[in-house]
Structure formats: structure tokens, C-alpha cells
């Protein structure tokens, strides 16, 4: 479990990676805002697909 969420981080910090070079390339307000809630869902949708699951109790 622990090598899954080291190499979902991995590739969250590998599109973070990316998307700061394009900022830096094309220092643009609105792409930087796109980027931006992109990253938010990403980051999102990382925290509930890892996060432990509670087993339901009886």
C-alpha cells in the first residue's frame, strides 16, 4: 500500500513538474488559474482514492 501512494505522489508532483515549466514558459494569469483548479481536482481526487478506508461496523 505504501509503494501506491508513493507513486500516486510521485506522479502528482511529476504533473506539478510539468505545469510550473508551461507557467514559466507562458507567464499567463488565466492559464495559471486553469492549472491551478486542474491541480486542485488532481490533488482531490489523489486524497480520496488513498485515503484508508473505514470498514463498516456491524
Known amino acids: ?4 501512494r508513493l507513486f500516486a505522489f510521485l506522479a502528482f ?3 506539478a513538474g510539468f505545469f510550473s ?3 514559466w514558459f ?8 486553469a492549472i491551478l ?5 488532481a490533488a482531490y481526487d489523489l486524497w480520496t482514492q488513498l ?7 456491524a
Request: net charge positive; glycine share 6%.
Open 26 to 33: 507562458v507567464p499567463r494569469v488565466d492559464l495559471a488559474g
Open 37 to 41: 483548479l486542474g491541480l486542485a481536482l
Open 21 to 23: 515549466v508551461v507557467l
Open 51 to 57: 485515503r484508508p478506508r473505514r470498514r463498516p461496523s
Open 13 to 15: 508532483l511529476s504533473l
Open 1 to 4: 500500500m505504501i509503494r501506491k
